[in-house]
T-cell receptor
Framework: GAVVSQHPSWVICKSGTSVKIECRSLDFQATTMFWYRQFPKQSLMLMATSNEGSKATYEQGVEKDKFLINHASLTLSTLTVTSAHPEDSSFYIC?????????????FGPGTRLTVL | GENVEQHPSTLSVQEGDSAVIKCTYSDSASNYFPWYKQELGKGPQLIIDIRSNVGEKKDQRIAVTLNKTAKHFSLHITETQPEDSAVYFCAASPEAGTALIFGKGTTLSVSS
């Protein structure tokens, strides 16, 4: 079955530093990838949608200059949290759409736990 | 925009019993309704989905029903087992592969 990986699985950083999270589709071409954020015991909130080769579309209230998304290839999207602060601590989850599948099913990665000290 | 309500927030059942989780949505343009199971510290796993041209879909112990007129859909798990314990999320979107709007989740606990 289709597999989406994320790296790293967890990261701890100091306030003010930037953190990059990678999302890869391992055995399919992901024309579209989505980034979600999940706070403890809460639901997944869509942050942005990225299409390969174009700029990401951000949801209302998500700062595009703080959460930089790059989708440079059909198998890789990155989310960079710039100048991270403790309130950015969360579980970040990506998902990828199989661009060649008729059903266009969306597959989720295992998530990245970010802790900002 | 779309809004998805999910109930109950917690559900405790005995092993072997059935569990039902219900969701309602607001946007009549939504046509794709997946259900995800999330275990602690992991990403969501798709367990079943349904499209608006179908009223019911079943996969072994899991079934989903959709009432598009009333804008609600439900997840049914029969013969529950302890390994079914997890957080379950419903979601809605205009079509498969587009951005999902999630419900707030249901924590299911199955005791043996």
């Amino acid at each position: 079955g289709a597999v989406v990986s994320q790296h790293p699985s967890w990261v701890i950083c100091k306030s003010g530093t930037s953190v990059k999270i990678e999302c890869r589709s391992l055995d399919f071409q992901a024309t579209t990838m989505f980034w979600y954020r999940q706070f403890p015991k809460q639901s997944l909130m869509l942050m942005a949608t990225s299409n390969e080769g174009s700029k990401a579309t951000y949801e209302q209230g998500v700062e595009k200059d703080k959460f930089l998304i790059n989708h440079a290839s059909l198998t890789l999207s990155t989310l960079t949290v710039t100048s991270a602060h403790p309130e950015d601590s969360s579980f970040y989850i990506c998902s990828a759409r199989d661009g060649l599948a008729v059903r266009g099913t969306q597959y989720f990665g295992p998530g990245t736990r970010l802790t900002v000290l | 925009g779309e809004n998805v309500e999910q109930h109950p927030s917690t559900l405790s059942v005995q092993e072997g019993d059935s569990a039902v989780i219900k969701c309602t949505y607001s946007d009549s343009a939504s046509n794709y309704f997946p259900w995800y199971k999330q275990e602690l510290g992991k990403g969501p796993q798709l367990i079943i989905d349904i499209r608006s041209n179908v009223g019911e879909k079943k996969d072994q112990r899991i079934a989903v029903t959709l009432n598009k007129t009333a804008k609600h859909f439900s997840l049914h798990i029969t013969e529950t087992q302890p390994e079914d314990s997890a957080v379950y999320f419903c979601a809605a979107s205009p079509e498969a592969g587009t951005a999902l709007i999630f419900g707030k989740g249901t924590t299911l606990s199955v005791s043996s």
